[in-house]
């Protein structure tokens, strides 16, 4: 039987850079978004401009600096047999260490931790007690996003970039 595989894009702190958003949302196929704050109104201004919502779910959660939106800080969502935690970070003080978010996302069971708010690309394998942690990096400073495949419930975690010549 042939493994099964999907892919997951997760994308954080875009702060303005909406036409580097609207690329990603054009060019690259996926069976999920995860957006992990710091440019909500980005991420819905660049549905709006792309003129389709995306043929996938998108799941999103506000940043420190999403300021008067509705979603919720933080989320746990089950995808391809993997269950995430997602978050922006900031309410985890990611800048300074990962143990709150690890004792969160472990609580929670989650296979996986997503943040964002460092702006830097981290991957750390699970443990037999800790789940795996994923940032993207950001949109805006680095013009990097996460690509996660999952093939039977096993992910593998990479990075890619949008041309850094879109502003």
């Known amino acids: 039987m042939a493994a099964q595989t999907c892919t997951i894009l997760v994308v954080s702190d875009t702060?303005?850079?909406?036409?580097?958003?609207?690329?990603?949302?054009?060019?690259?196929?996926?069976?999920?978004?995860?957006?992990?704050?710091?440019?909500?109104?980005?991420?819905d201004q660049a549905i709006v401009q792309n003129r389709m919502q995306p043929p996938y779910p998108v799941y999103r959660v506000r940043g420190n600096c999403d300021f008067g939106r509705e979603e919720p800080a933080e989320a746990l969502a089950p995808f391809a047999g993997v269950l995430?935690?997602?978050?922006?970070?900031?309410?985890?003080?990611?800048?300074?260490?990962?143990?709150?978010?690890?004792?969160t996302a472990s609580a929670r069971g989650a296979d996986v931790a997503l943040f964002g708010h460092?702006?830097?690309?981290?991957?750390?394998?699970?443990?037999?007690?800790?789940?795996?942690?994923?940032?993207?990096?950001?949109?805006?400073?680095t013009g990097s996003y996460g690509v996660i495949t999952i093939t039977d419930g096993k992910c593998a975690f990479g990075w890619k970039q949008v041309p850094l010549h879109l502003a």
């Open 15 to 43: 702060h303005g850079r909406i036409t580097r958003l609207r690329w990603l949302l054009r060019h690259e196929k996926a069976d999920a978004l995860f957006f992990l704050g710091d440019g909500l109104n980005d991420l």
């Open 84 to 103: 995430f935690f997602y978050t922006h970070g900031h309410l985890y003080g990611v800048k300074s260490g990962f143990e709150p978010l690890i004792e």
């Open 118 to 141: 460092t702006h830097y690309k981290t991957a750390r394998a699970a443990t037999a007690m800790t789940p795996a942690l994923f940032n993207p990096g950001s949109l805006r400073d």
